[in-house]
């Protein structure tokens, strides 16, 4: 793909047996372990010692950083202290109770079972370095005060996050742990004055480190290309961080005061349930999966040499890494990946595959720093240049899009995907967008908070920074295109394969027609399509008055 469009990419991940037909490869679980066990060990560094200062217990806040390699909150507060106490808070308004704008759970039921592996993994790594995991339940904000307060712990040490809501519960549990005073002991009279613990935040979820940019994140370029070639050439990415053999101990007083370790979460104890899907991939959360997974993809299939060429598939686990459920989760560190890119290259082979990997990895750092240029603005309806442009609410086609019923097979094959596994690959995310924003004019809100609820890898500045985009709102005015459906199908699913596996009833259809098949014969279409074939019509709605020039390119 070229730098001017945004990115594409897919799919599925860390791949449990999928069942029924055109059955996918599964992840074994010993092999997980095998390569977990193999990164850790190239990861661990037996010299390593505690800081000279180090003393005290420190806290770390476990968010979307779920992983103990390349975890630096975790190896900053085991510098820094003489005993560490891993949290992890499940916080009512991710789980269960929380909704979107227009009603949909705020984290769908799929993802969270994905979390809850996550936890588990999480909970057996910490266990076998010498930790463990704390669980509560209630908000981060409630729950860190009391048990710093518990263990006297010195600071609290997490990972910074960049979108409005994280930010404040970032606040709020600082201003909580203002609130606690921990006496100290010692020997000198400096040492028994009663502090109150520190937030340490950490810069973490992107592969090139915002300290490392060229420019202040408030100077960061509109353009993904300029961002792009600035950080290749002024910035380098940084070794993933060494672990200690040892990570322990814990600490050893205030755990029976607040109730031991707590358990991991299951479905039911959320009010949540799957249904097990009969098909697509299964991804196995947690950081064992995910380091099997880079194992499995890279080195096992060997994969990595011809990314590039099959990025923009749509079925089948390979045709991409599928790393970003875990890299969402932060299970996955990108900066592992970076370095795992670069050890291939030196063993095998270095080709614009190998590179592409790195590309798209820029894209995702790109939508994270722009989150923190921009703020709330990339959640608003205008987007960051705040572009007014008249939109439906419909419920109507919305809830067609939503649940695959459009009579457009590749909407709804795709739509269908992401209903039972919680992936789309990225091909279907730019082209059911498209349909939802362009064809039906739908304001993109609605799509993107449905892929909110949704996604395994929902990451608020990926999602909401690839759907301003797609929806002409975002900062880059010539992001915004048009895919057109029949070309898309007949470039990516030339013999509706992907549009047979996802809608049974089209498999008895020649190849041809899989993705036209008629209204007689499947559903009928619920809206025309803006460009059909030759029959193009330019969207009034978008016009010059309110959208800057060079805005509405058609998608080749
Ligand atoms: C409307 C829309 C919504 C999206 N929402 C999300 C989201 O919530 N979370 C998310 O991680 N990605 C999102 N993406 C980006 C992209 O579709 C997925 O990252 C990709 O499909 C994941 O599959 P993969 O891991 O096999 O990707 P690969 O093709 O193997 O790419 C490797 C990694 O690069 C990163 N990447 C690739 N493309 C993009 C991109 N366009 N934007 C940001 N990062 C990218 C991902 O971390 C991905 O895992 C969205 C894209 C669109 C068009």
Known sequence: MTDAAASSSSSSASLRPPRGPAAVPSLGAEETTAAADEAFRRHTSPGLRRGSGAGGVAVVWFRNDLRVLDNEALARAWAASEAVLPVYCVDPRLFGGGTHRFGFPKTGALRAQFLIECLGDLKQNLQKRGLDLLIRHGKPEDILPSIVKSVSAHTVYAHKESCSEELLVERLVRRGLEQVVIPQVGTSSNHN????????????????????????????????????????????????????????????????????????????????????????????????????????????????????????????????????????????????????????????????????????????????????????????????????????????????????????????????????????????????????????????????????????????????????????????PREDRYFSIPKQAKTYDPNGEYVAYWLPELRSFAKERRNSPGAASYIKQIVPLKFDGGNQKRDQRFNRQTRPKNVYRRQK
């Open 193 to 476: 004055k009663p502090l109150n613990p520190k937030l340490q935040l950490i810069w973490g979820a992107t592969m090139y480190h915002i300290d490392d940019l060229p420019f202040p994140v408030s100077n960061l370029p509109d353009v993904y290309t300029q961002f792009r070639k600035a950080v290749e050439s002024k910035s380098s990415v940084r070794s993933c961080s060494k672990l200690a053999p040892s990570l322990g101990p814990a600490p050893s007083f205030g755990l029976g005061e607040i109730g031991g370790w707590g358990s991991v979460p299951t479905l039911e104890s959320l009010d949540l349930s799957v249904t097990k899907a009969e098909k697509g991939m299964h991804f196995i959360g947690g950081e064992s999966a995910a380091l099997g997974r880079v194992h499995e993809y890279f080195w096992k299939n060997d994969q990595l040499k011809v990314y590039k060429e099959t990025r923009n598939g749509m079925l089948g686990p390979d045709y991409s890494t599928k790393f970003s459920p875990w890299l969402a989760s932060g299970s996955l560190s990108p900066r592992y990946v970076c370095e795992e890119v670069k050890r291939y290259e030196k063993q095998r082979v270095a080709n614009d595959s190998t590179y592409w990997v790195l590309f798209e990895l820029i894209w995702r750092d790109y939508f994270r720093f722009l989150s923190a240029k921009y703020g709330n603005s990339i959640f608003h309806l205008g987007g960051p240049r705040k572009v007014v442009i008249k939109w439906s609410q419909d419920q109507t086609l919305f809830e067609s899009w939503r649940d695959g019923r459009t009579g457009f097979p590749l909407i709804d094959a795709n739509m269908k995907e992401l209903l039972a596994t919680g992936f789309m690959s990225n091909r279907g995310r730019q082209i059911v967008c498209s349909f939802l924003v362009r064809d039906m004019g739908i304001d993109w809100r609605m799509g993107a908070e449905w892929f909110e609820t949704c996604l395994l890898d929902y990451d608020p500045a990926s999602n909401y920074g690839n759907w301003t985009y797609g929806a002409g709102v975002g900062n880059d």
